[in-house]
């Protein structure tokens, strides 16, 4: 009995301390724990998927167990695993590199504890040291693949240097490059696991920084140019301004009404930033501010705008406003 709750401490428990570990070291903890728990439970769902396109590949080729684990397997699974990461940032509902982290890794979690419990029924008489490598391993090796190929998907999709999906190619490649390398046994077992355990942590507390840093350099600098723009629409008379001169220029390519919808569309969605932003700065210091009624209302009122100006009049806003993934994610977290 005592050696049974061993072997489920080991193979279960890393993987969710290293979880819980990551979403508190997030000093902005956007990612709400139902979010979490919601995401570790797609990782079910996909290493049961993984499980049955496994098993139908190795009957199909009449591979080896043991060659499909070093070629084939880190290709499928890892392909399995990005696709709700693809689906998240593509629905801008990841707004950082830490929160993209934080959910692959959610999904490598959830895959992991599915896949040990697959294990478990099967490896019965199992010795303490295999469900150590499993759970202190391939465990973590399952969640933490999933997060470098969020960190670096989502790194270059804001970039939009590559065309959309192509954006994820090079995650994708360097999670199914280490996978396939564990799977490999180029190390010891026990040696592979201790090496993730001791590396991995540094590694991510360093992305961490990093994409700490940059969210607070992007509220700073995008908070200070939200309000300035904000004060000069509100002021009025932006005929002298240079938000002016370029509406000025674009007043012969649309219809006056159009022109006029392109100014309260500006108005509301810098409100809506810089209401955005301030809540990111209140979390940060630990306030939770209550719900704002008005902010549905002005959604509403954007949304209907929105169509009025038309996917022409959007792009012509975009020099002023320069949007990008953390923007548009800003305004659905809002929400």
Sequence with gaps: ???????????????????????????????????????????????????????????????????????????????????????????????????????????????????NLYYLSVLTDAGLITWFVRGFGTAIMHGGTTAIAAIISKDFSDRKEWPAFAAFIPGLGAAILIHALFNMFILPPTTSTLLIVFLLPPVFYGIFKRSEANTRNWLGTGLDSDMELLQILKAGDISKTKMGAYIKSIQDKFPPLVVGDIICYLRIYLELSVKAKGILIMKETGFELPPDPAIEAQFKELEYLDGQIGKTGKLAIQPLLKINNTDLWQLSMMR
Aim: neutral net charge.
């Design 1 to 115: 009995m005592i050696t049974t709750v061993l072997e489920f401490g080991v193979a279960f428990l890393p993987i969710v301390v290293f979880l819980f570990g990551m979403w508190m070291f997030d000093s902005f903890q956007l990612v709400k724990k139902r979010e979490v728990v919601y995401t570790i439970m797609i990782g079910f769902a996909v290493a049961g998927v993984a499980i049955l396109v496994n098993t139908e590949i190795m009957e199909i080729s009449g591979i080896t167990r043991s060659s499909f684990s070093r070629f084939i397997a880190p290709m499928s699974e890892e392909i399995l695993k990005i696709l709700f990461v693809v689906y998240l940032i593509r629905a801008n509902k990841v707004g950082f590199m830490i929160d993209s982290a934080i959910m692959g890794f959610a999904v490598g979690a959830g895959f992991a504890i599915v896949e």
